[in-house]
C-alpha cells in the first residue's frame, strides 16, 4: 500500500506518465498527491518502487487484496492499520467484514487498529460509531491501540484519556511519543509502567523507531535513487541525529524539527537503547526491512528478546487468535 502522501517515491508514477521520476533525497520530480488521484484505472496500475529506487513487477494493493494474500499464503500474521486519514477507518473496517485467515479468524480481529486518540478521545466517543457497533454486534473482539502525540497535551487530558481505554476489552495497547525523557507525555508513559494492577486490558505501550531514512541498503549496494550530495553510510547518523525524507523538499535532521517536543532539542527516538530504558515493549518504523535484517543478524525477534538473547520463543506458535471477554466469564 502507499505509505506516503504523494506517489512519488514508493511507485513508477514518474515513468508511466513521462514526467520526471521524483528523488527522495532531492525532493524534486513529479510527486502527486495519493488524495488527488483515482485508484481505479490509475494507482491501481502503478507498479511499487522499494527504497533502494528500483521498480518491481508487483502492483498496488488495496486493502482486501493484502488479506487475500494472507488468506491464500496461510500466512499466520496480524496486520496493523496505522491510519492517518480518519476518514478512512470506517470504510477499512466494511471492507474486511467478511474476510479471515485460513483458520476462519474474522480479519477485523486481527487487523489491528491503530488510530490518532484525538480523533475518538475515549470510549464513550468510539463505542457511538455505526461500524463499532456492528462489531460488537457481531461479536468481533477488535484490536485497538490509540496513538498519542505531544501536541495533544494542549488541548485536552491525554492521561485521563489513556486511563478510560485501559477499562475496556478491545484496548490492546497504547503508542505514546515521548521525543525526550520528561518531554510531553511522560506522565503516561510512566502510568503505563507503575499502574499495571489497575489497568484491566494491557500493560505495554509502544513508539515510533526512528533511526532515519537513510540506512545501509539490505540487498544491493546499488541504489538507482541518486543520492545528491548524501553519502550513505557516511550520513546515515549526522550529529547525533538522522535524515528523514520530506514531501518534495530535500531531507532533513529530525534534531531540526522537533521544536518543544524534547526538553533538549534531541529526537531519542532515533536511539534504540534509550527506547528500551524507557519500558517500551515494542516499536514501530518507517524502515522495517532494514530493522528486521538487522535484528535476525543479532539473533533477536523483538524488543523482548533484545533483553533475553537465546530465550526459546514461545510467543510464535500456532494461529493469532484473541481470546473474547465471554470465554473468561464461561470458564
Known amino acids: 500500500m502507499i505509505h506516503d502522501n504523494g506517489l512519488g517515491r514508493t511507485t513508477d ?24 488521484q483515482s485508484f481505479k484505472g490509475f ?35 496480524v496486520l496493523q492499520l496505522d491510519f492517518k486519514d480518519q476518514a478512512a477507518v470506517e470504510p477499512a473496517y466494511w471492507a474486511l467484514k467478511n474476510l479471515t485467515n485460513r483458520a476462519g479468524v474474522p480479519a477485523n480481529e486481527w487487523c489491528i487498529y491503530k488510530l490518532q486518540a484525538k480523533w475518538w478521545k475515549n470510549p464513550a466517543e468510539f463505542e457511538k460509531l455505526g461500524w ?56 503516561l508513559q510512566d502510568y503505563v509502567l507503575n499502574n499495571g494492577t489497575e489497568m484491566n486490558t494491557f500493560k505495554t505501550s509502544g513508539i515510533f523507531y526512528a533511526p532515519g531514512d537513510f540506512v545501509d541498503f539490505i540487498t544491493s549496494n546499488r541504489s538507482r535513487f541518486d543520492t545528491a550530495n548524501y553519502s550513505i553510510p557516511g550520513d546515515i547518523r549526522t550529529h547525533n541525529s538522522v535524515y528523514g525524507f520530506q514531501e518534495n523538499k530535500a531531507p532533513v535532521l529530525l534534531d531540526s524539527i522537533v521544536g518543544n517536543k524534547s526538553l533538549d532539542g534531541h529526537d531519542y527516538r532515533s536511539d534504540f537503547d534509550w527506547i528500551l530504558k524507557q519500558g517500551f515493549q515494542w516499536v514501530i518504523t518507517d524502515t522495517a526491512d532494514f530493522w528486521d535484517a538487522q535484528l535476525r543478524a543479532q539473533g533477536y525477534r523483538n524488543t523482548s528478546y533484545m533483553l533475553a538473547s537465546g530465550e526459546v520463543d514461545g510467543v510464535s506458535n500456532g494461529w493469532y487468535r484473541r481470546r473474547h471477554s465471554r470465554e473468561f466469564t464461561e470458564a
Not at 518491481?56 to 488468506?71: A, F, G, R
Open 43 to 77: 494507482i491501481e496500475n502503478l507498479h511499487i518502487r522499494d527504497e533502494q529506487g528500483r521498480v518491481h513487477v508487483e502492483t498496488v494493493p488495496t486493502l482486501p487484496d493484502m488479506v487475500h494474500s494472507i488468506y491464500e499464503t496461510g500466512a499466520n500474521v
Open 13 to 36: 508514477v514518474g515513468e508511466q506518465t513521462q514526467q520526471p521520476a521524483y528523488n527522495p533525497f532531492t525532493g524534486k520530480g513529479y510527486n502527486p498527491l495519493v488524495n488527488q
Open 132 to 187: 463499532v457497533q456492528d462489531a460488537f454486534a457481531s461479536g468481533v473482539q477488535l484490536a485497538y491501540i490509540p496513538v498519542y502525540n505531544p501536541e495533544d497535551e494542549v488541548s485536552w487530558d491525554t492521561l485521563e484519556s489513556l486511563k478510560e481505554w485501559a477499562k475496556t476489552n478491545y484496548t490492546i495497547s497504547a503508542e505514546i511519543e515521548v521525543y525526550s525523557t520528561g518531554a510531553p507525555l511522560q506522565n
